[in-house]
Nanobody
Framework: QVQLVESGGGLVQAGGSLRLSCAAS????????MGWYRQAPGKQRELVAS???????NYADSVKGRFTISRDNAKNTVYLQMNSLKPEDTAVYYC?????????????WGQGTQVTVSS
């Protein structure tokens, strides 16, 4: 089992910055990929950014150049630095961990943190 605790959401004006944090605990050795997803009202949950255990990153086109995902292995924490925020970035952001147990993949989710960008 993997537990994820997010923090760092809030209200910010357009053009501002926020940093989200996601602390993992439990069977962290089994985690292969961690990422951030978001879900706006009336929309499907979408991938924002992900990072593998080897450090490879992937970003949604809509956030490239503005958001940066990173990880601190010593703290078992993944961060999402969000700069130049836009009103369309408003959503609930969820941390995700994909772990491999006994040959099967499992997805774990945090509780979500609200990010609101005012125009």
């Amino acid at each position: 089992q993997v537990q994820l605790v997010e923090s760092g959401g809030g209200l910010v004006q357009a053009g501002g910055s926020l940093r989200l944090s996601c602390a993992a605990s439990g069977s962290i050795f089994s985690i292969n990929v961690m990422g951030w997803y978001r879900q706006a009202p009336g929309k499907q949950r979408e991938l924002v950014a992900s990072i593998t255990s080897g450090g490879s990153t992937n970003y949604a086109d809509s956030v490239k150049g503005r958001f940066t995902i990173s990880r601190d292995n010593a703290k078992n924490t993944v961060y999402l630095q969000m700069n130049s925020l836009k009103p369309e970035d408003t959503a609930v952001y969820y941390c995700n961990a994909r772990a491999l147990f006994s040959g099967r993949w499992y997805d774990y989710w945090g509780q979500g943190t609200q990010v609101t960008v005012s125009s």
